[in-house]
T-cell receptor, first 112, second 108 residues
Framework: SQTIHQWPATLVQPVGSPLSLECTVE??????LYWYRQAAGRGLQLLFY??????ISSEVPQNLSASRPQDRQFILSSKKLLLSDSGFYLC???????????FGPGTRLTVL | AQRVTQPEKLLSVFKGAPVELKCNYS??????LFWYVQYSRQRLQLLLR??SRESIKGFTADLNKGETSFHLKKPFAQEEDSAMYYC??????????FGTGTRLKVLA
């Protein structure tokens, strides 16, 4: 069966430090991959999605970037974190023949 | 602009009472709409999609194109229905727009 992992689960970082959040999917090939940020009162905001290795679509211009170095690996990065980057980051995957997104457990990022 | 609106941040109902979680959308094409749910300490998961016309855990949602709504309904709320509910719209092939969510509390 398919599973999706995210790590770390929680992260506290100082302003100006770099960021790397990782998401991996098992049990499926060529998934569509997504990064969302979940903030209180703002719902889920789509940050990036990818339909294949090296293919990244950015939805919100900001301090973050994403990469997909392998078929089932999706990485969210930043060179210098801002206070406003704090939030709960969710990774999700979707199969090519389905419309259902499957979400990971999320990463709680606090920037101090 | 494409948008999903959930006007209620919090909805409290008593056990056994009917529930309606509101969702309105703005979309120029033919919409594909979904309801996702997040129970306490669990992952966000799909509850139902309009195209399936299904009832999941007693919940139903009907797409009303005239009113651009996709409200989620259940005739008799249960305590285990307490959760965060998100309405979502698929834009194009890959992108999804989520509403701000409604927290449902079912009181004993």
């Amino acid at each position: 069966s398919q599973t999706i992992h995210q790590w770390p689960a929680t992260l506290v970082q100082p302003v100006g430090s770099p960021l790397s959040l990782e998401c991996t999917v098992e049990g499926t090939s060529n998934p569509n991959l997504y990064w969302y940020r979940q903030a209180a009162g703002r719902g889920l905001q789509l940050l990036f999605y990818s339909v294949g290795i090296g293919q990244i679509s950015s939805e919100v211009p900001q301090n973050l970037s994403a990469s997909r170095p392998q078929d089932r690996q999706f990485i969210l990065s930043s060179k210098k974190l801002l206070l406003s980057d704090s939030g709960f980051y969710l990774c999700a995957w979707r199969g090519t023949l389905t419309d259902t997104q499957y979400f990971g457990p999320g990463t709680r990022l606090t920037v101090l | 602009a494409q948008r999903v609106t959930q006007p209620e941040k919090l909805l409290s109902v008593f056990k056994g009472a009917p529930v309606e979680l509101k969702c309105n959308y703005s979309y120029s094409g033919s919409p594909e709409l979904f309801w996702y749910v997040q129970y306490s300490r669990q992952r966000l998961q799909l509850l139902l999609r309009h195209i399936s016309r299904e009832s999941i855990k007693g919940f139903t949602a009907d797409l009303n194109k005239g009113e651009t709504s996709f409200h989620l309904k259940k005739p008799f709320a249960q305590e285990e229905d307490s959760a965060m509910y998100y309405c979502a719209l698929r834009q194009g092939t890959y992108k999804y727009i989520f509403g701000t969510g409604t927290r449902l509390k079912v009181l004993a």
